[in-house]
């Protein structure tokens, strides 16, 4: 196992481009089981989750071949079972249903497990398929939809703590071959759905209202294949937006899109920051002004992102003055706390909130990362911290951020990547 050893304090400036997003890649490669047709995807991120999806479309029958960042699937013939040995390193492993379940009128995938950031249920992604005419069981740890025929209908996709992401993607990818219309309410409006939607209609689906919290599907008799650019990740974004934020002169992202990141910008101008973006970039740099500590709840999109929490947290540890982060998606999602507090930061968890009193500074030590975004929280930490913090169990961050070792050295970090 690797470890990322970070020498803080040194300033950040320059510019860096940023990959494609995994949370719109996954569900998207799941689509592709839709035809039968061979699909072109582009800026495909190389992350190990990425991976793991490639690897149960082959192993669900797919043709898959990887050129760099484009990746090419033709899934001529399926088969529809997804067992545990191959979907229990992913919960989003979950986005086959829908497609199986359009495609061969059923599938059977391991159930996922829950992970450190909370219990994650999906009862709203079964509901959602029953509403168009599946059965649906839960026996030895598999879930198993089967449909003779789906037919359109309307779905609720939001529960008590807001619309599901993927259960939306997972009923859209189960209602385009559906016969008639289905309604989808209560539906997730993530950048991720939109693109999403958008490479179903290039295959011939007809969707309309992706982006809005109603989603109208009406079903097609089959779908061809298409060829898609995947849109930038608009949470490696927000991670680089807050290290150019903790330690930057001027930090400048390329290939993003701003307006997916603006409750990220609106917050950290909020707090003091100066930010400027065109169509394609975003710069984040410090303008003098003494910051100023915040209060963010975290909310489904347009609102600020629950993938961000962890981040802010770090960022508001060392801002002067007492700061609060609520969690309204996932109340539990504070692992990386105590990390933060054993590099001195004062925090402490009410509730669903963090109560954060900001500290001058932070000091390097042995961290543990304990999922994706509190790994990413504890190296922006370490950016900050006087001497050398060390980041463990960095396999997290591969999950979800390519190369971030080498796109901060870019930048002017004194970090690296060493075996443990
Ligand atoms: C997606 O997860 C993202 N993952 C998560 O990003 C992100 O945190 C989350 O959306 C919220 O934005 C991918 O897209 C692969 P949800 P998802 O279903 O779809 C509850 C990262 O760091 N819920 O939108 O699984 C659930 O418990 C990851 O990149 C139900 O109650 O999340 C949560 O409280 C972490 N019943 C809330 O809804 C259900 O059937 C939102 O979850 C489904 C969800």
């Given at each position: 196992?690797?470890?990322?050893?970070?020498?803080?304090?040194?300033?950040?400036?320059?510019?860096?481009?940023?990959?494609?997003?995994?949370?719109?890649?996954?569900?998207?490669?799941?689509?592709?089981?839709?035809?039968?047709?061979?699909?072109?995807?582009?800026?495909?991120?190389?992350?190990?989750?990425?991976?793991?999806?490639?690897?149960?479309?082959?192993?669900?029958?797919?043709?898959?071949?990887?050129?760099?960042?484009?990746?090419?699937?033709?899934?001529?013939?399926?088969?529809?079972?997804?067992p545990y040995e191959v979907v229990r390193k992913m919960r989003a492993?979950?986005?086959?249903?829908?497609?199986?379940?359009?495609?061969?009128?059923?599938?059977?995938?391991?159930?996922?497990?829950?992970?450190?950031?909370?219990?994650?249920?999906?009862?709203?992604?079964?509901?959602?398929?029953?509403?168009?005419?599946?059965?649906?069981?839960?026996?030895?740890?598999?879930?198993?939809?089967?449909?003779?025929?789906?037919?359109?209908?309307?779905?609720?996709?939001?529960?008590?703590?807001?619309?599901?992401?993927?259960?939306?993607?997972?009923?859209?990818?189960?209602?385009?071959?559906?016969?008639?219309?289905?309604?989808?309410?209560?539906?997730?409006?993530?950048?991720?759905?939109?693109?999403?939607?958008?490479?179903?209609?290039?295959?011939?689906?007809?969707?309309?209202?992706?982006?809005?919290?109603?989603?109208?599907?009406?079903?097609?008799?089959?779908?061809?294949?298409?060829?898609?650019?995947?849109?930038?990740?608009?949470?490696?974004?927000?991670?680089?937006?807050?290290?150019?934020?903790?330690?930057?002169?001027?930090?400048?992202?390329?290939?993003?899109?701003?307006?997916?990141?603006?409750?990220?910008?609106?917050?950290?101008?909020?707090?003091?920051?100066?930010?400027?973006?065109?169509?394609?970039?975003?710069?984040?740099?410090?303008?003098?002004?003494?910051?100023?500590?915040?209060?963010?709840?975290?909310?489904?999109?347009?609102?600020?992102?629950?993938?961000?929490?962890?981040?802010?947290?770090?960022?508001?540890?060392?801002?002067?003055?007492?700061?609060?982060?609520?969690?309204?998606?996932?109340?539990?999602?504070?692992?990386?706390?105590?990390?933060?507090?054993?590099?001195?930061?004062?925090?402490?968890?009410?509730?669903?909130?963090?109560?954060?009193?900001?500290?001058?500074?932070?000091?390097?030590?042995?961290?543990?990362?304990?999922?994706?975004?509190?790994?990413?929280?504890?190296?922006?930490?370490?950016?900050?911290?006087?001497?050398?913090?060390?980041?463990?169990?960095?396999?997290?961050?591969?999950?979800?951020?390519?190369?971030?070792?080498?796109?901060?050295?870019?930048?002017?970090?004194?970090?690296?990547?060493?075996?443990?």
């Amino acid at each position: 196992m690797d470890k990322i050893l970070i020498h803080g304090g040194q300033p950040l400036s320059g510019s860096i481009k940023i990959s494609g997003s995994k949370n719109s890649a996954l569900p998207i490669l799941a689509a592709t089981l839709l035809t039968r047709e061979p699909c072109v995807i582009h800026r495909v991120p190389d992350l190990s989750d990425t991976n793991y999806m490639l690897q149960i479309l082959m192993h669900l029958g797919a043709e898959v071949e990887r050129a760099s960042g484009t990746v090419t699937i033709k899934a001529e013939k399926v088969n529809s079972v997804a067992p545990y040995e191959v979907v229990r390193k992913m919960r989003a492993s979950v986005c086959v249903l829908g497609p199986l379940l359009g495609r061969c009128k059923e599938a059977t995938v391991s159930l996922p497990g829950g992970c450190v950031i909370g219990d994650r249920p999906i009862d709203l992604h079964l509901k959602g398929f029953e509403s168009l005419g599946a059965a649906v069981r839960v026996e030895n740890g598999n879930v198993k939809v089967f449909a003779p025929k789906l037919t359109g209908a309307i779905a609720n996709m939001c529960g008590k703590f807001g619309p599901t992401v993927l259960g939306t993607d997972n009923v859209m990818m189960a209602a385009v071959l559906a016969k008639g219309v289905t309604v989808i309410e209560g539906a997730a409006a993530e950048p991720e759905v939109c693109d999403l939607a958008n490479f179903l209609n290039k295959m011939g689906a007809s969707i309309e209202g992706a982006g809005s919290r109603r989603i109208i599907i009406e079903g097609v008799k089959e779908l061809h294949g298409a060829e898609h650019d995947i849109i930038p990740d608009r949470i490696e974004t927000g991670t680089f937006m807050v290290a150019g934020a903790i330690c930057g002169k001027g930090v400048t992202l390329n290939r993003v899109q701003p307006e997916h990141v603006s409750s990220v910008a609106t917050a950290l101008s909020e707090s003091g920051f100066n930010i400027e973006s065109t169509s394609s970039s975003i710069t984040v740099s410090p303008n003098g002004a003494v910051l100023r500590p915040l209060e963010l709840t975290t909310e489904p999109y347009p609102g600020f992102p629950t993938d961000m929490q962890a981040q802010m947290c770090a960022l508001l540890s060392t801002t002067e003055g007492k700061s609060v982060i609520t969690e309204s998606v996932f109340p539990q999602r504070y692992m990386h706390v105590a990390e933060l507090k054993r590099m001195g930061a004062h925090m402490q968890i009410e509730g669903a909130s963090a109560i954060i009193q900001g500290v001058e500074r932070l000091l390097g030590a042995p961290v543990m990362a304990s999922d994706l975004r509190a790994s990413a929280a504890l190296v922006l930490a370490g950016l900050k911290a006087d001497g050398v913090t060390e980041v463990r169990r960095v396999y997290h961050i591969d999950r979800g951020y390519e190369h971030l070792d080498e796109k901060l050295r870019e930048l002017g970090a004194h970090i690296e990547r060493v075996k443990e």
